[in-house]
């Protein structure tokens, strides 16, 4: 081989290389979750969307509004910072003008909301839109011929910026209690995976964060995130399936893109989780 061959096939893969380190469009991400829950052939599907920031993809929304529809959900659930405290909220209400009518969706705040200092007005924003906000509150619903329930908490800085004194931990054990003696497949929305060790000692079987936005930095097969929010170098729960004896943890590495701050082989992800009978 040439030289001149050499170079060009090296240079070939480097730019290759560069391409995949920092594409930033928009994957589909998929995880199955096996449960003894549902009646034979039974699935429920479930789209999850954390970390919008209100980031606009396409006209409208148009791309990740396609990207979600071609799933067909069962349920829509956005798992936090949707909105922003920066950026202003247009983004945020094409997406969930564009989701209407595609799926029920569910939704619980993350921290972002609650920094703007506009919580109140987030949320009602979003209550326009037909979305159920669960704020340490729970649903029962039937999905095809399978019983959920569907269950949120609010992100633990309402303690800091809406009700001073709150008691997070206790209330969201206190809130999710009665449901030890129901059933029905369980579903719990909570923007930081962090938290884990408080979500197990709760009856969910599955758990949907955001947050940890996959770390920002990975290297495929060798790390899996280098630096997460409240979980500092190398985060346990940067992003993917996590499993916990019964409970299924998954974790959105999020759909928003910051050029000032590459993700870097972590492109922005539509998280479609099926839950299906064993």
Avoid: C
Avoid at 8 to 33: M, S
Avoid at 183 to 191: N, R, S, V
Avoid at 226 to 252: C, M, R
């Amino acid at each position: 081989m040439t030289r001149t061959k050499k170079y060009l096939i090296i240079t070939g893969l480097l730019i290759i290389f560069i391409f995949a380190a920092f594409y930033n469009g928009l994957v589909v991400r998929k995880y199955t979750v096996n449960t003894d829950k549902f009646d034979k052939d039974e699935s429920v599907k479930i789209v999850l969307i954390a970390d919008l920031h209100n980031h606009i993809y396409g006209e409208n929304q148009s791309k990740i509004i396609s990207l979600i529809s071609q799933q067909k959900p069962d349920i829509i659930a956005l798992a936090g910072d949707i909105a922003d405290d920066e950026v202003p909220i247009e983004g945020t209400e094409q997406f969930l003008a564009g989701i209407q009518g595609i799926a029920p969706v569910y939704y619980v705040s993350g921290n972002h909301e609650f920094w703007s200092n506009d919580i109140k007005n987030i949320k009602d924003t979003i209550r326009q839109y037909d979305v159920t906000i669960l704020e340490n509150t729970y649903q029962q619903i039937k999905v095809n011929n399978s019983s959920i329930i569907i269950g949120g908490v609010d992100d633990p800085d309402v303690v800091t910026y809406e009700k001073p004194g709150f008691d997070w931990e206790g209330e969201f054990y206190k809130a999710f209690l009665e449901l030890q003696d129901k059933p029905d497949f369980k579903i719990l929305l909570a923007h930081r995976p962090e938290l884990i060790e408080i979500y197990k000692r709760s009856d969910f079987d599955l758990v949907l964060s955001g947050h940890a936005h996959g770390g920002q930095l990975r290297i495929p097969f060798i790390l899996n995130g280098l630096y997460a929010p409240n979980q500092g170098w190398f985060p346990p729960y940067a992003g993917g399936e996590y499993k916990h004896d019964s409970l299924t943890h998954i974790v959105s590495r999020g759909v928003s893109f910051n050029p000032r701050l590459p993700r870097i082989f972590n492109p922005p992800e539509i998280v479609v989780v099926d839950i299906k009978a064993k």
